[in-house]
């Protein structure tokens, strides 16, 4: 798939933007610190995701002093044809907020404007990835599977929001019978996040270990780390699962109450990186972490376009100032051979090899001069 233009109307520093990009693959948005680079990306990923590229609050994606910002997009996709569009009005003294997404120009719940535009972001922030904590690591394998089946998202806001129910039970002291109630259906939720979760560590694990094997010649393991004990994730059927978590919840609940909250299920899940048979955190180099995030990105992209059969857009932030020679030109040859669409930013074309092939857009105090 590739995005055939992009439209900005009051995002962040950018007034104005209308791009409309040609069939050549990678693409460079080009400018000095602070210009506007990053913001387009963001632009991106908001229209891909509806949610923003960096941890800003969606206000943030509204240009300082206006009321309103929007994004709109066409995605190729083989013979198909698709627009979106996405906006964000800033409500009255900050309330009420209103947020909004739409396809072929009909405005759409998220179950339904998912699945037209897959992006997979390179930021400086993945190598949070190895040195972060597990809510890096679970927010990269929940983003993954959403990737691959948009249904994952629901899955995991419809966990959240029965595990908030549990917890405000179990603080206002609620009966026995009604708090094993939500954890029947807490148990039904989390038995099918974490199948989901573990099928796919499962598929990812091969491929990750033989493109850390390619970028540093080290052998290593990505697994998913479960919180909790169950049945084997990818053997027994899902109502075994289900039973043995709604039991570890009956016997934890007493636990539980005192401390006011659920201590322990999927929303503590993690996935492991060994190296060498090591814990990637404690006992890899700063290379060999970036390597293991980046190892972590390209094992994805590598799923998804085998699964999907197609490639989804690339978006990569700076990650040229963040590698070392040697490996950035591993991921250059690694874009090489993606052959689908790439959008990257850089203060400098002359730090992208083959730039020549490139289509460049400069940034200057967030206006897009032109290709
Ligand atoms: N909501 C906003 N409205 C206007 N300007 C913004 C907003 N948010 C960020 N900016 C400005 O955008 C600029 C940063 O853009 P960015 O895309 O991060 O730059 P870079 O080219 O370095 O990637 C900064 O000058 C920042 O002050
Ligand atoms: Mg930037």
Same mark, same amino acid.
């Given at each position: 798939m590739r995005l055939?233009?992009?439209?900005?109307?009051?995002f962040r520093n950018i007034r104005r933007a209308d791009l409309a990009f040609g069939e050549a693959p990678l693409h460079i948005f080009v400018g000095?610190?602070?210009q506007g680079k990053t913001n387009l990306l963001s632009a991106i990923y908001w229209l891909a995701t509806l949610t923003p590229l960096q941890t800003h609050k969606g206000r943030e994606l509204v240009m300082w002093g206006e009321q309103e910002a929007r994004?709109?997009?066409?995605?190729?996709?083989?013979?198909?044809?698709r627009s979106l569009a996405v906006s964000y009005e800033v409500g009255q003294g900050g309330q009420g907020a209103a947020r909004g997404a739409a396809?072929?120009?009909?405005?759409?719940?998220p179950s339904q404007y998912f699945g037209a535009l897959t992006v997979v972001a390179f930021t400086p922030r993945d190598l949070d990835l190895v040195r972060g904590g597990p809510d890096d690591r679970r927010r990269f394998l929940d983003r993954a599977v959403f990737n691959e089946r948009p249904a994952h998202l629901h899955a995991v806001q419809s966990f959240g929001a029965a595990l908030e129910g549990r917890n405000r039970l179990l603080r206002d002291g609620a009966p026995d019978a009604l708090v094993a109630a939500y954890e029947g259906t807490l148990a039904e939720l989390g038995a099918r996040l974490m199948g989901a979760r573990a099928r796919y560590a499962q598929a990812l694990a091969p491929l990750f270990s033989s493109t850390l094997r390619d970028i540093c010649g080290v052998s290593g393991a990505v697994a998913y780390r479960p919180a909790l004990e169950t049945p084997d994730l990818l053997a027994a059927p899902e109502g075994e699962?289900?039973?043995?978590?709604?039991?570890?919840?009956?016997?934890?609940?007493a636990a539980d109450r005192l401390r006011g909250f659920t201590q322990r299920g999927p929303q503590l899940d993690? !996935?492991? @990186?060994r190296l060498s048979d090591h814990s990637a955190k404690s006992y890899a180099s700063q290379g060999q972490q970036r390597a293991i995030a !980046?190892? @972590?990105k390209i094992a994805q992209i590598e799923l998804l376009s085998a699964r999907a059969g197609?490639?989804?857009v690339l978006l990569l932030d700076d990650v040229s100032s963040e590698l070392d020679a040697r490996r950035a030109g591993l991921l250059f040859s690694f874009l090489d051979r993606f052959g689908g669409q790439v959008f990257l930013t850089t203060t400098h074309e002359r730090h992208i090899p083959r730039h020549e092939e490139a289509t460049l857009w400069r940034l200057e105090g967030g206006a897009v001069l032109g290709s």
């Open positions: 055939s233009s992009l439209h900005l109307d009051r000095e610190n602070g994004v709109r997009g066409e995605v190729l996709s083989g013979e198909l044809r396809r072929e120009g009909k405005r759409v719940p699962v289900q039973e043995a978590l709604a039991r570890r919840w009956a016997e934890s609940r993690d !996935l492991s @990186l !980046l190892a @972590l197609e490639r989804p």
